[in-house]
């Protein structure tokens, strides 16, 4: 409603009628439709460039998808001389170095996560959490450089032959260790992605409400057993989101698992053999795709790793999401 002066009724003031077209330029004047306008199309620019990028995968894609159809994906044949491909041990190597990754990392990233969230003191929670913030922004060659320089050789005259005589009837540590192979790939990742389960895992326990830790308190339960029994449990699923984040982020590491994994295309019981995985087969040979099929079999390599991280990130935030809520008294 505008404020001017009726000459029928001398210079009283009276409320003049604005409609919709004055009370848009009145927010636009004030700045809120310039800002909400523009925030929408920072939005819609992500879900445009998501977007974007699965339909350019799709369709560069096409001709391996009709050639060899779902025997793509169970097809261990990898031959670009002959038009022959197979994904069958790019995703086994993705899957089996993920898997014994997370087999390490997430109980000592939960593990330090609780210690930090709960027992450690204030100050020194939040400066290893500063430390541990600043070794997940590390590079990935860089942790490819220490695999190569300190994991490898490790493996090589360690761990590698310590595991086959001792372990050496199981088919997971038969035959030679030379170093590079799943189970120092494997190693590497762990390195990576334990920062992703700490930070995440220790954020999500703080949310937890204080009042469940001072109810296990009041009822006569210790700390640790407060920590154990009502707050771990009560960010289950929050931490369950870190573990998501943190397989998304060992399903696409690339440049540290080429330097370290052998890149031999051939699927092996035994994890001190060489492997081969998605992302390192398109570092790898992309370059070097000269035929149409050949580029296009990289291609859906890369659309079939690019949908998996993006739904296991979205599975992550949601979990994560949810224990924020209930921490905050929101329904999740």
């Known amino acids: 409603m505008g404020v001017s002066s009726n000459p ?17 330029l009145a ?23 998501t977007s974007l990028l699965v339909y350019e995968l799709w369709i560069n894609s096409a001709l391996s998808r009709h050639t060899f ?53 204030p100050r020194a929670s939040d400066m290893l959490a500063f430390v541990i913030d600043l070794l997940a922004a590390v590079p990935s060659v860089i942790y490819g450089v220490l695999g190569i320089f300190v994991v490898v050789p490790f493996v090589r005259t360690a761990l590698g032959p310590f595991l086959e005589s001792t372990f050496g009837f199981l088919p997971l540590f038969k035959g030679p260790s030379y170093g590079l192979g799943v189970l120092t790939a494997s190693l590497v990742l762990t390195i990576m992605i334990i920062p992703f389960i700490i930070s995440v895992s220790r954020e999500v326990l703080m949310a937890v409400p204080v009042d469940q830790r001072e109810a296990a308190l009041a009822l006569g339960a210790t700390r640790w057993e407060s920590t154990i029994r009502v707050v771990v449990p009560f960010a289950s699923t929050g931490i369950a989101g870190s573990i998501f984040l943190a397989m998304a982020r060992a399903l696409g590491e690339t440049m540290a698992v080429t330097m370290v994994i052998g890149n031999d295309p ?22 070097e795709a000269t035929g149409a099929l050949y580029l296009q079999a990289l291609i859906e390599l890369g659309l079939v790793l690019f949908l998996v991280t993006f739904i296991l990130n979205g599975l992550a935030r949601l979990l ?6 209930r921490g905050g008294g929101t329904p999740a």
């Open 266 to 287: 051939r699927i092996s019981a035994s994890l001190l053999a060489p492997g081969y995985s998605i992302a390192a087969v398109i570092a790898n040979e992309f370059t």
């Open 8 to 24: 029928a009724v001398g210079h009283e003031p009276y409320l003049a009628p604005r409609g919709k077209v004055g009370d848009f």
């Open 27 to 49: 927010r636009l004047r004030g700045g809120d439709e310039i800002a909400h306008l523009l925030t929408l199309i920072f939005a819609a620019g992500v879900i445009l460039i």
């Open 69 to 121: 159809g779902w025997k793509f994906f169970v097809t261990s044949v990898w031959d670009p001389v002959f038009n022959h491909f197979g994904a069958l041990p790019f995703l086994y190597g993705t899957v089996i170095t993920t898997v014994v990754a997370l087999i390490i990392a997430v109980p000592l990233g939960v593990g330090a996560a609780i210690f930090l969230a709960e027992l450690a003191p």
């Open 320 to 325: 994560i999401v949810a224990t924020e809520q």
